[in-house]
């Protein structure tokens, strides 16, 4: 059983690297500032949900010493941060985007 979620941690790692990543690329191409906004954020929430499986693979593969607690705790935090700024980001430019679209 633990090797499932194994596995399904590391597809989840591979997943969120690789969306975020083409994301990323996508919004620095972006030449429509909403457009470029939104793709931002949306790596921003790829990033984020990265460092949480990572802290998640931490938890299951290594032993509970206290520097490897603290790097998992350090990586929750900084991965929710990345969430909710990503979701709060994509809600502001979604937001304006249509409001300057006619109805």
Known sequence: MLDIIRY???AL???????????????RRSRNLQQR???QAI???????MLIVLACIQMFMFQGSTV???????????GAFHVFSG??????YANQKSEKSPV
């Open 8 to 10: 399904v941690l590391f």
């Open 13 to 27: 790692l591979l997943i969120s690297t690789i969306t975020a990543g083409i994301s990323s690329v996508r919004s």
């Open 37 to 39: 906004g939104i793709l």
């Open 43 to 49: 790596s921003n929430i790829w990033m984020g949900i």
């Open 68 to 78: 490897a607690v603290i790097i998992e705790a350090l990586f929750l935090v900084l």
């Open 87 to 92: 979701i709060r980001n994509r809600s502001y």
